[in-house]
């Protein structure tokens, strides 16, 4: 299985991005998909995850509101978008995808190559 993620860019603060997640294939291990970012020098954090089964998401508390996931299974894709950036929301946006829900980085099997957001100020 691979993760391919992409729609990261340079943006203006107040600006808005969407980025996407594609699968290569779906498995029966890949029932949660998950966003997280790292920042320089910061460690790996949980952004937001959508349940293939029900298309239940949720977010990180501090980004509700702000960002949402959505997904279409049909094409293994995931989304997430991002309204109302702020500079502090530069970083690394990774793509991850496991069998159950949990915000822990080290327990994803699936990740993808990540995708820079800069939101300048």
């Known amino acids: 299985v691979q993760l391919q993620a992409s729609g990261g860019g340079l943006v203006q603060a107040g600006g808005s991005l969407r980025l996407s997640c594609a699968a290569s294939?779906?498995?029966?291990?890949?029932?949660?998909m998950a966003w997280f970012r790292q920042a320089p020098g910061k460690e790996r954090e949980f952004v937001g995850g959508?349940?293939?089964?029900?298309?239940?998401?949720d977010y990180e508390d501090s980004l509700k509101g702000r960002f949402t996931i959505s997904s279409y299974n049909a094409k293994n894709e995931v989304y997430l978008l991002m309204i109302g950036l702020k500079p502090e929301d530069t970083a690394v946006y990774y793509c991850?995808?496991?069998?159950?829900?949990?915000?822990?980085?080290?327990?994803?099997?699936?990740w993808g190559q990540g995708t820079l957001v800069t939101v300048s100020s």
């Open positions: 959508i349940s293939r089964s029900d298309s239940s998401a």
């Open positions: 991850a995808a496991n069998l159950w829900r949990t915000t822990r980085a080290d327990r994803y099997k699936y």
């Open positions: 294939v779906w498995t029966f291990d890949i029932q949660y």
